[in-house]
């Protein structure tokens, strides 16, 4: 679905991210692209590479026309404006279709497989310093290995010399790239391919092992290895209290629970999301609720808390953290919790925008001592995990 052309300032490269693929080998039902990598889908990853970049300056993203609510629940804010359109039956087609929905002003493109999340810095800088001098450039990394032919068993070998692992982005010079594909018949590997056919000259770039293509439920481990070296792993804890006072029901984790009484507080008093808001906020380092939503400031009178929680989750996404785990203790006699805790685990991954999997709800009494043993408010304990990789 193409949005509206945004405007935006130089600079003139833009990266076309090809998400059209249906790569179901490594598992979850999901296409590749859509499936998580630590914390964060692999496609949302791919973006934040070049969204991070300061020499890009737009992003188009060519999903497949059935992938809108997988595309809706991956994307993450960005700092440049995201045109989203469909691709096409073929990968050629996809990109034509992405080169077609690139913004005006644009120069050179970077074309990039969403299944490739780790591409560094270094990559593009290198595609984009060779596009000085050339109408395409790549990065590759040179083959290593012994080359063999067989099948069983060898029957031959291949020189490996001036053999390259292709990789992407694949860059070029926007009306080279168009041109190339308005001519080409269709079937290429990729878009070096493409250009190569339209008599386009390409340079080779640094290639990086890092920048390796998710195909397998193998590739998927080995890239987590790869991001676990310079991990920042952050825990936060929470701990709220709301008393009990008049009232028909509580606002627990985003949910109406009929009660005989309600919980007070300057908010709705929804004690789970005011708990799990706080752990989030002392994860990052940045506060508590009252820092951001002061009790005295009367805007905040009755508002509903999700308003909090979606603060603190955009929060640490600005700053680069996927939240990966949250567990959350509710400590009640009464309402009960068990009846409600799938449907509040639901809720909350919702708010937290990540899976089910990886949030938790229980619940425990104080047998009846204490102020919610005798029934005078509801207290909750919450730690989350959030990762930057
Ligand atoms: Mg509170």
Redesign the pocket.
């Known amino acids: 679905m193409s949005e509206t052309r945004p405007e935006f300032p130089r600079p003139t490269a833009a990266a076309l991210i090809v998400a059209g693929g249906r790569g179901l080998r490594a598992g979850a039902g999901i296409p590749k692209q859509y499936r998580d990598l630590a914390g964060l889908p692999v496609i949302a990853r791919a973006i934040a590479a070049f969204d991070a970049h300061p020499s890009i300056g737009a992003l188009v993203v060519v999903r497949h026309a059935d992938d809108a609510p997988l595309f809706a629940q991956a994307r993450r804010a960005t700092r440049l404006p995201l045109i989203e359109t469909i691709g096409g039956a073929t990968r050629d087609a996809s990109v034509r279709a992405g080169l077609a929905a690139l913004p005006e002003g644009i120069e050179t493109v970077l074309i990039h497989d969403a299944a490739r999340p780790l591409v560094s810095a270094a990559v593009i800088d290198g595609v984009l310093a060779a596009l000085e001098t050339h109408d395409g450039a790549a990065p590759a990394l040179p083959v290593t290995d012994a080359l063999w032919r067989g099948a069983g068993t060898v029957t031959g070998t291949q020189a490996r010399d001036g053999l390259w692992r292709a990789q992407t982005p694949q860059g070029f010079r926007l009306g080279a790239i168009r041109a190339a594909h308005a001519a080409h018949q269709g079937g290429a590997a990729d878009d070096v391919e493409v250009a190569r056919a339209h008599g386009l000259t390409v340079a080779i770039t640094p290639g990086d092992e890092a920048n390796l293509k998710l195909t397998t439920a193998a590739d998927f481990d080995r890239a987590r290895r790869l991001m676990e070296a310079d991990m920042d792993v952050r825990t936060g804890n929470g701990f ?3 008393r009990f006072g008049p009232g028909d029901h509580v606002m627990l984790c985003g949910l109406k629970l009929p009660h005989e009484r309600g919980l007070q ?1 300057h ?1 709705d ?1 929804d ?1 789970g999301l ?1 708990t799990l808001t706080d752990a989030i906020y002392g994860a990052l380092c940045e506060g508590d ?1 009252g820092t951001h939503f002061p009790p005295s400031d009367p805007q905040w009178k009755g508002a509903e808390s999700h308003i909090f929680l979606t603060h603190a989750v955009e929060m640490a996404q600005a700053q680069g953290f996927a939240l990966t785990h949250a567990d959350l203790t509710l400590i009640c006699e009464r309402p009960k919790i068990g009846p409600h805790a799938a449907a509040m685990r639901a809720r909350l991954a919702e708010l937290l925008r990540v899976e089910v999997g990886r949030v938790s709800v229980k619940a425990t009494t104080t047998e009846r001592l204490g102020f919610p043993g005798r029934e005078e408010g509801i207290a909750a304990l919450a730690t989350v995990t959030l990762v930057k990789s």
């Open positions: 709220d209290v709301h507080g908010s008093a004690v005011h609720i």
